[in-house]
């Protein structure tokens, strides 16, 4: 079932698939035609990109599909999955950035035309501007996927700055510095592979159910605090599954209440929490009975 983030998220993707398209071919053919190979390699990581965003978007959309027998908790697990294939996508565009810029260092050739600045000052500029949106919408919906997509973005305008400094280098001094944009290809490939381990990092957490949601539990405790007959809250865990999230939480009552008592104060409580806090996908609520222990 698509919610309004899973609309938000699958409209962004949409964006970053076509912003990726048209910059592989506008730097593909800027750099043929301005002998740059930097470009060219940009071009080659703008490439992946538009792989890596179908990728995502295959995600966002699958990970929307209700919960069924075989998968009661839902399809949002997949949303990490996909994460460890773009980051996937963002090593091996490193990889070939590597190995392209060291083939070029060993070629001599022409220094970079100089309208080449101008195209890839406005690429930079493009590709922070994606990355602002793609981000501001992956921490709207909780998106890890979407995330990811936008730091692939970041990357991209870093390789792009990288080659605007190579570039640059090579024109000014000119004679002996027409590898000056390789080298700054190749350095900008170490960047994309730690912007590789900063997506992983939370995508792995969210894998293995690392708490990381401590916001959230102090807004669910002041909301089950407010229930009547709840005296107060005790064990809280959240795990994330996709944009969504699925609580188990104890609550106390008072221990001289009947089940059918205790039952309907969870069950309030429950709806309470899923009306104040629609990211939240299910709540298990288990009721304890209050005692000195809880005290």
Not at 126 to 154: C, G, M, V
Not at 260 to 267: P, T
Request: charged share 20%.
């Amino acid at each position: 079932m698509k919610t309004d983030a899973h609309q938000k998220a699958i409209k962004a993707s949409y964006y970053s698939i076509f912003g990726n398209a048209a910059l592989a071919v506008i730097k593909g053919v800027t750099g043929i035609f301005g002998n740059s190979y930097a470009l060219i390699a940009d071009a080659i990581e703008s490439t992946t990109d538009v792989f890596s965003s179908l990728l995502v978007l295959f995600g966002l959309k699958y990970s929307a599909r209700p919960a069924d027998e075989n998968h009661p908790y839902g399809h949002g697990r997949v949303e990490p999955l996909i994460t460890f294939a773009v980051v996937g996508f963002l090593v091996v565009s490193a990889t070939i950035i590597v190995m392209e810029s060291i083939e070029n260092i060993q070629t001599p050739h022409k220094v970079p035309k100089p309208y080449t600045l101008i195209v890839l000052a406005a690429i930079i500029l493009t590709k922070e501007i994606f990355y602002r949106f793609i981000n501001k919408k992956s921490e709207e919906t909780k998106s890890s996927s979407l995330k990811a997509d936008a730091w692939h973005h970041r990357s991209d305008a870093i390789t792009s700055l990288m080659a605007f400094i190579g570039i640059s280098i090579a024109l000014f001094m000119g004679k002996g510095y027409e590898t000056a944009d390789d080298w700054a290809a190749l350095f900008a490939s170490g960047f994309i592979l730690y912007n590789a381990y900063l997506i992983l990092r939370p995508a792995l957490g969210e894998i293995m159910d690392e708490h990381l949601y401590d916001d959230m539990v102090e807004e669910i405790r002041e909301i089950s605090q407010k229930e009547q007959g709840v005296i107060e809250t005790e064990k809280c865990f959240i795990r994330k599954t996709g944009m969504t999230f699925h609580v188990d939480l104890h609550v106390i009552v008072d221990g001289e209440l009947s089940v059918n008592q205790g039952h309907e104060i969870a069950h309030n409580l429950k709806d309470r929490l899923l009306h104040e806090m629609p990211e939240v996908a299910d709540i298990l609520i288990h009721i304890e009975p209050h005692d000195t222990n809880h005290s």
